[in-house]
């Protein structure tokens, strides 16, 4: 079936850090993939996506690459900032299998100055 | 710009109580969905709705959850009789297209705390 595993956190870095949150997934063919952050109070909220094998997608300094030989979609930044503090989801869409999407647990960043 | 707002942002209710949580989606979409994140695990789906109606729906999703479009802009998720393990985080979501490749927008969730 579809699922995403993802990387356990809390994460706890300095500023000026780089990021990397694990992302794997389970698939057949060829899903789209999503990172969504959530900050405090707010809804999740989506950061970046990737719908075809080795598409790379970025969006406020934050990347991740589609790779399907490894079956992976981790984010990635190089320099965190306090603002970024955050939970972050990682999740997977299917259109020959409805409209659902199958999220990660999600991982708490926390960025400490 | 447009977003999802839910309502209440925490509900807490007796067992056996019923309860309605309310979405408003972003006005152009067309496609709703109902997810929920019980603490410490997964984001679930629960169901998809399109034309006033279910089109997809999870196993969570049994005879005890509807879901219903009263109006022009609102979307609500009943649970008719609330049971100790639907204590969870409700998300609602929206989006133009259908189909799991278009990006859905979620609201800030309502925590459903069932005592």
């Known amino acids: 079936g579809n699922s995403v595993t993802q990387m356990e956190g809390p994460v706890t870095l300095s500023e000026e850090a780089f990021l990397t949150i694990n992302c794997t997934y389970t698939?057949?063919?060829?899903?789209?993939l999503f990172w969504y952050v959530q900050y405090p109070g707010e809804g999740l909220q989506l950061l970046l996506k990737?719908?075809?094998?080795?598409d790379k997608g970025s969006n406020k300094g934050f990347e991740a690459t589609y790779r399907k030989e490894t079956t992976s979609f981790h984010l990635e930044k190089g320099s965190v900032q306090v603002s970024d503090s955050a939970v972050y989801f990682c999740?997977?869409?299917?259109?020959?299998?409805?409209?659902?999407?199958?999220f990660g647990t999600g991982t708490s960043l926390t960025v400490i100055p | 710009e447009p977003e999802v707002t839910q309502t209440p942002s925490h509900q807490v209710t007796q067992m056996g109580q019923e309860v309605i949580l309310r979405c408003v989606p972003i006005?152009?979409?067309?496609?709703f969905y109902w997810y929920r994140q019980i603490l410490g695990q997964k984001v679930e789906f629960l169901v998809s709705?399109?034309?006033?109606?279910?089109?997809?729906k999870s196993e969570i999703f049994d005879d005890q959850f509807s879901v219903e479009r009263p109006d022009g802009s609102n979307f609500t998720l009943k649970i008719r009789s609330t049971k100790l393990e639907d204590s969870a985080m409700y998300f609602c979501?929206?989006?133009?297209?259908?189909?799991?490749?278009?990006?859905?927008?979620f609201g800030p969730g309502t925590r459903l705390t069932v005592l």
């Open positions: 979501a929206s989006s133009e297209a259908q189909g799991g490749t278009d990006t859905q927008y």
């Open positions: 698939a057949t063919g060829y899903p789209s």
């Open positions: 990737a719908t075809k094998a080795d």
């Open positions: 999740a997977l869409g299917r259109s020959n299998t409805g409209n659902q999407f199958y």
């Open positions: 006005s152009n979409h067309l496609y």
């Open positions: 709705f399109y034309n006033n109606e279910i089109s997809e």
